[in-house]
Every structure is written in structure tokens, then in C-alpha cells.
């Protein structure tokens, strides 16, 4: 079975410094990764997905991750933080190979909060 | 944008009560979802629904849980007799079939039983 791992249980950064969250999973055939949002009271919104191709992906709000298949990451990273990021970042796998799994493996989240 | 809506957003329960959380997906979606997270662990799936009938469900998901989907836009999730572990958030989720899977999440619904 698959397992996701957040490095990370709370960061705090100032406005306009650079992110970095870790995402590590394990599984051992090709998957679909996932960075979901959730901001407070809100749902979970998709910020970005890797399927395949390019491993460097780019998602809203100027949200990029990396895929890097020889260390099962795909950390997520923002170069310039707002406040406005304040929320919780979850990583999410799901195996491609389908035959009927659709559920997503999350991690602990990761929480952020950005001050002004 | 439409979304997934879900109902209550906060629900209080006594130990043994039975509760109901429901979930609008959205319209043209054709998969659904329960995933829950008890408070500082993981989003865990619970179960996946397709074509009126379960299609993968987890250990957690056991005789005290069922879904139903009573009448073509609501998405149900009911716990017979709630125990002190079930209290978590609780987020319902959807995907349409050519989303390549895509699923969209409610905002959750938080269950605390006493």
C-alpha cells in the first residue's frame, strides 16, 4: 500500500520569503501526485497535480512542485509567500495504474502561516 | 465554480446516537467519496461510491458506516452508533468520469460525539 509523508507539521515564514514543503511517498509502480489547499473554513482546492511529462509542474497562485521519481518526492514551492497563503497544504498520491483505486493517500498536512 | 457542499459544517453528538452527514457533489460528477481526518493525523479514504453501489472501501469503513445516495444530488454518509473515535472531520469528495482523477472536496463537516 501506498504511504505519504509531510516533513513538516507547522511553518511560519514572513511575507515574501521563499517555500519549500516536503512531500516524500512510497509505492512501487507510477502514480498521479496531488497538492491540495485548504484555507481556514474552507474545503480542500487542488493546487496542482503531476500525471506524467514534465516533472516540474506549475499550479495556481504561483505554486510550483517538482517530481523527482529517484527520491518518491514532489515537494511544493512558492518563491515569494503572501499572507494570503496562510492555510494548510496536503500532499496526496494515487496510483495510475487504476484497476478501479480512486482513493487518494494523503499525508499530515503541512500548516502555514505566513506573517505580515 | 461550482463546489461540493456539505452539511452540517459542525455536528455534536452523544456516544451511541446515530448521525447523518450529507454532501451535495457536484451536478455532472459520477464518482463519490468519505475521506475523514481525526484531529492532528491523516486525511484517511473511508469509502468510494459508483453507479449507485460501493466500489472500495477501507478498513475503517466497517458495518457501522453506510452511504446512500437517496435521490440523485445528495450523498450521504451515516454513522449508526457513533463512538468517542469517530469524532473527526469528515470531507466528502467527487469526480466526474473524464477528470482523470480529479477528485473535489466539501469544505468537511466536523464531528465531535460526547
Known amino acids: 500500500a501506498q504511504s505519504v509523508s509531510q516533513h513538516n507539521h507547522h511553518v511560519i515564514l514572513s511575507e515574501a520569503a521563499s517555500l519549500e514543503l516536503g512531500c516524500n511517498y512510497s509505492?512501487?509502480?507510477?502514480?498521479?501526485l496531488f497538492w491540495y489547499v485548504q484555507y481556514p473554513g474552507q474545503h480542500l482546492q487542488l493546487l496542482l497535480k503531476?500525471?506524467?511529462?514534465?516533472?516540474l509542474v506549475k499550479g495556481i497562485k504561483g505554486f510550483e512542485a517538482e517530481f523527482i521519481k529517484s527520491k518518491f518526492s514532489f515537494n511544493l514551492r512558492k518563491p515569494s509567500v503572501q499572507w494570503s497563503d496562510t492555510a494548510e497544504y496536503f500532499c496526496a498520491v494515487l496510483p495510475s495504474s487504476g484497476a478501479g483505486s480512486y482513493q487518494l493517500t494523503f499525508g499530515k498536512g503541512t500548516k502555514l502561516s505566513v506573517i505580515p | 465554480e461550482p463546489e461540493v457542499t456539505q452539511t452540517p459544517s459542525h455536528q455534536v453528538t452523544q456516544m451511541g446516537q446515530e448521525v447523518i452527514l450529507r454532501c451535495v457533489p457536484i451536478s455532472n460528477h459520477l464518482y463519490f467519496y468519505w475521506y475523514r481526518q481525526i484531529l492532528g493525523q491523516k486525511v484517511e479514504f473511508l469509502v468510494s461510491?459508483?453507479?449507485?453501489?460501493?466500489?472500495?472501501k477501507s478498513e475503517i469503513f466497517d458495518d457501522q458506516f453506510s452511504v446512500e445516495r437517496p435521490d440523485g444530488s445528495n450523498f450521504t454518509l451515516k454513522i449508526r452508533s457513533t463512538k468517542l473515535e469517530d469524532s473527526a472531520m469528515y470531507f466528502c469528495a467527487s469526480k466526474r468520469r473524464e477528470a482523470k482523477n480529479i477528485q473535489y472536496f466539501g469544505a468537511g463537516t466536523r464531528l465531535s460525539v460526547l
Open positions: 509505492y512501487g509502480g507510477t502514480v498521479n
Open positions: 461510491f459508483y453507479n449507485n453501489e460501493i466500489s472500495e
Open positions: 503531476y500525471f506524467s511529462g514534465d516533472p
